[in-house]
């Protein structure tokens, strides 16, 4: 996948993190967890899932390998792990950016959208690894329930915000039909963020989205970036 990034692991000794590690049996089995769940992001943005291997998650996190196995015997149980986690942190974030836009419909779509394309928060490691899932789940039926397109979550909210708009504007419009036109925006904006992160632009990705909206809510967004994030 074009998003995976082929850099050479680095064999150094990491330094030894702040926080030392709990002694309580459930706080060192959720510290150990993380530590994994963090190795394995990074190792797949790295060397992609064909490449994760036991030995890069010990040098990754800073753990035995023995205690590798200790926690995930197999590598399945792993990524779904891992996977479950970035689909968590996502979902959180468009929520939370949702939530503080207020009830307006039209900031509330425009906050969600913001969230998306400028990746507020996201680490390159993060974004690397939920695109690597992605593309991995056109094979792997597993894992499409948590990184689905249509997300129930996702697409349900972006679906009655627009019912909201068109309700509220009069729009000769089915509430479905924008959402996957907002959504499907979003997923190309995605894949040219991962296509080539250097060139990806955040600014002209807003402009892009805004122009959309204000095509087909323009008595909400006719007014431009002002209007839509204010």
């Known amino acids: 996948m074009a998003a995976v990034k082929k850099s050479a692991p680095s064999r150094k000794a990491r330094p030894k993190s702040a926080v030392s590690r709990p002694k309580k049996r459930e706080e060192a089995k959720a510290y150990f967890r993380a530590k994994l769940i963090e ?22 996190s800073g753990l035995s390998r023995g205690m590798v196995n200790l926690h995930f015997e197999r590598k399945q149980v792993l990524l779904l792990q891992v996977l479950k986690h970035l689909a968590d942190v996502y979902r959180a974030g468009w929520q939370a950016a949702v939530e503080r836009a207020g009830d307006d419909p039209a900031k509330r779509l425009a906050a969600l959208v913001e969230y998306d394309v400028i990746r507020d928060g996201h680490g ?35 679906k009655s915000l627009c019912a909201a708009l068109i309700k509220q504007g009069g729009y000769k419009l089915k509430p479905d039909i924008a959402a996957l036109g907002i959504t499907f925006l979003l997923e190309g904006l995605w894949l040219d963020w991962a296509l080539d992160t250097e060139r990806y632009d955040a600014k002209t ?15 909400h967004f006719g007014k431009g970036v002002r209007s839509a994030r204010s």
Do not use: K, M
């Not at 190795?39 to 990754?60: K, M, N, P, Q, W």
């Not at 690894?129 to 329930?145: H, K, M, S």
């Not at 990705?205 to 008595?219: D, K, T, Y």
């Open 39 to 60: 190795a394995t992001i990074e190792g797949i943005a790295r060397h992609g899932f064909s490449g994760l291997s036991v030995s890069r998650l010990a040098d990754y």
């Open 124 to 158: 390159s490691n993060t974004l690397t690894a939920w695109l690597a899932f992605r593309q991995e789940a056109i094979t792997n039926p597993i894992y499409r329930p948590l990184c689905d397109t249509r997300e129930a979550a996702f697409f349900g909210t972006v």
């Open 205 to 219: 990705g807003r402009e892009v989205c805004l122009a959309h909206l204000s095509a087909i809510f323009p008595q």
